[in-house]
């Protein structure tokens, strides 16, 4: 019998995405496309690595039979004979052989020398100029993958089907993946990738899960089973946390919860600061299920709803019917507050099944959002359509993302005119006095405010994009997450730009990025001259608490100072120093 091993405490570091701590076993998810990882392997090794690559082989072949058996069932034998193709491939000596020899040769585990033959016969063949060799080729692509999946013991499990309480870690998560977790099931989750401003981070935060991002490697080093605690304040996962850990995450929980208590009771209080001025303060949503939490929250209505769901994990673009069903159902949840309902904002880090996209070189500048949706004004029509006839509930706002210049937000209101007369025409009743918002995300759009200021009857500034697209700064890559400063005195003129050309036009200005949740901003946010911040449900009331512990005086003197400082540290600096000062207890 073997004795068991001593389990020491190990901790991970990587950046924390969504606050809170969990603790539990792991589910590791790896997806197809991952490499397999690369490791030199000793001589006594061979013969486990040989009989590793016969099981994978033996397991691959029994799923090919069953997938023939199962599509014959479904569709007819003769589709079925397509997997003779792939059955040939797992029998096939040479490649079997050549497999053998390398391992023998380069002595490096047997799914990286798998998945190095297979890519070359895949090459060759796929170079030659014979239709039925390039097929050949795609069939060897196809059982490479089964067979390296079998090799590294992968789950081919869809995430929305892991039936255990569990903490998810993987390489990566898409928010498609995001939206199939079940909030039930997975108490938090831990990448090897990622970032803040991610929108899978950001859907960790609307799911009210903590989350880290960027451990490196971690979905390599830990097994399913494994036991973890998270901890997404400080962005650490700690592997077999031992007594002394779990006894100062108690302490630092019962702590936090107080501090949460507290702020519950602000639930039914004004956003409103010392000296009277009010901000409105309301609520992201990325899913219809949220609304829950925002109406928990003590947020006065939506400032984002993000309508990318409708399409996430797909196979059919949504109809009229149902979208309209979605938009008045949470407009009523919500009365008398309101709901500003942002249209389709496919693209960047947001990838649509239903919408088979072409692969663009640079994605986050590519056909995305409204771009996309004056091309493809079909599918932007029946979501306008859905929008308008929800709006007859009179507390629906709608708003446009990605708006680079005028000529698009006009092309964008031309569309919706049609929609209207449409509407008129067949007796449809809706709100012909709906306000009409351009979100302000790209540079040009920051700067030609003034322009697009008469188009409009409010402004919701996006800072994700904003940052990303005026510091040249991939909001979704870790390695240069140290340059995505919201601090930058470049951010902030643009917000003052934006600001002041919409009170100069008698527009209302509302933030809906990242940024309005950050409660170490909140005075300067305020000193700029917003009207309104909308946030993750969850961080509604601190931004509340904080309002309330400020007045104008102190946030004007802030930004009067900060428009002087040089560098996005010495202004974050500088702002921390007033948070610090009004609300310790908010900051980590
Ligand atoms: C933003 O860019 O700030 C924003 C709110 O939109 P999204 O995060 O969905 O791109
Ligand atoms: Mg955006």
Same mark, same amino acid.
């Given at each position: ?403 680079? %210049? $005028? #000529? &698009? !937000?006009?092309?964008?209101? @031309?569309?919706?005119?049609?929609? =209207? ?6 007796? +449809? ?99 700029? %001259? $917003? #009207? &309104? !911040?909308?946030?993750?449900? @969850?961080?509604?009331?601190?931004? =509340? ?6 007045? +104008? ?36």
């Amino acid at each position: 019998m073997s004795e068991e091993q001593p389990r020491t405490e190990k901790r991970f570091h990587g950046v924390g995405v969504s606050p809170g701590i969990a603790r539990g076993t792991i589910f590791v998810h790896r997806t197809d496309d991952e490499e397999p990882p690369v490791r030199r392997i000793g001589d006594a090794e061979l013969p486990g690595e040989i009989a590793r690559l016969e099981a994978a082989l033996i397991a691959t072949r029994a799923q090919i039979l069953e997938m023939q058996e199962r599509i014959a069932e479904a569709i007819g034998a003769k589709d079925a004979g397509i997997f003779d193709a792939h059955l040939l491939v797992v029998e096939d000596r040479t490649l079997i052989d050549e497999v053998l020899r390398t391992l023998a040769r380069d002595k490096t585990n047997v799914e990286h020398v798998f998945q190095q033959v297979a890519n070359r016969y895949s090459k060759t063949l796929s170079e030659i100029d014979d239709p039925y060799l390039r097929e050949r080729a795609l069939d060897i692509h196809d059982v490479a993958r089964r067979v390296i999946h079998n090799l590294m013991g992968k789950s081919t499990k869809p995430l929305s089907s892991i039936d255990t309480v569990h903490i998810l870690v993987s390489h990566n998560l898409t928010p498609s993946d995001t939206a199939q977790l079940n909030r039930h099931l997975a108490l938090g989750f831990a990448t090897d990738v990622g970032s803040k401003t991610s929108h899978t981070a950001i859907m960790a935060r609307s799911l009210n899960i903590p989350a880290v991002v960027g451990l490196h490697n971690v979905s390599e080093v830990l097994q399913t089973g494994d036991h973890v605690l998270l901890d997404g304040y400080n962005g650490l996962l700690i592997l077999n946390p031992n007594d002394q850990t779990l006894w100062e995450y108690g302490e630092l929980e019962v702590k936090k919860s107080q501090v949460e208590e507290k702020l519950t009771e602000l639930r039914e209080t004004a956003s409103t600061t010392v000296d009277g001025r009010h901000v409105i303060l309301s609520a992201n949503m990325e899913l219809p299920d949220e609304i829950e939490f925002v109406l928990k929250s003590g947020a006065e209505g939506v400032g984002l709803y993000r309508t990318e769901f409708f399409y996430l994990n797909k196979s059919e673009l949504p109809d009229e019917e149902e979208q309209y069903e979605n938009y008045k159902k949470v407009a009523e949840q919500l009365m008398p507050n309101s709901v500003i309902i942002r249209t389709l904002d496919l693209g960047g880090d947001k990838f649509m099944s239903a919408l088979d996209l072409p692969e663009e070189l640079n994605p986050f500048l590519g056909w995305r959002a409204i771009r996309f949706c004056l091309e493809k004004i079909d599918i932007f029509k029946v979501q306008l359509r859905a929008i308008l006839r929800a709006s007859s509930l009179g507390n629906i706002r709608l708003m446009y993302p990605m708006v680079s %210049g $005028v #000529d &698009e !937000l006009r092309r964008a209101n @031309a569309v919706l005119d049609e929609c =209207k007369t449409e509407l008129n025409n067949e007796g +449809i009743p809706f709100n012909e006095n709906m306000e009409i918002g351009a979100m302000i995300e790209v540079p040009s759009a920051a700067l030609t405010a003034d322009i697009l200021a008469r188009e409009v009857d409010f402004f919701s500034i996006g800072t994700n994009d904003l940052i990303q697209y005026s510091i040249a700064v991939d909001r979704v890559n870790e390695r240069i997450s140290h340059l995505y400063e919201p601090t930058h005195p470049a951010i902030i003129r643009l917000i003052k730009t934006v600001i002041d050309a919409a009170h100069a036009h008698n527009l209302w200005v509302g933030i809906c990025g990242e940024m309005a949740g950050e409660v170490t901003l909140t005075p300067l946010l305020i000193g700029l %001259g $917003v #009207d &309104e !911040l909308s946030t993750g449900a @969850a961080l509604v009331p601190r931004v =509340k608490r904080a309002v309330q512990s400020l007045d +104008i005086g102190i946030c004007l003197q802030l930004v009067d100072e900060v428009m002087r400082l040089e560098s996005p540290s010495e202004i974050l600096a500088r702002c921390e120093e007033i948070a610090k000062s009004h609300y310790p207890e908010l900051l980590n």
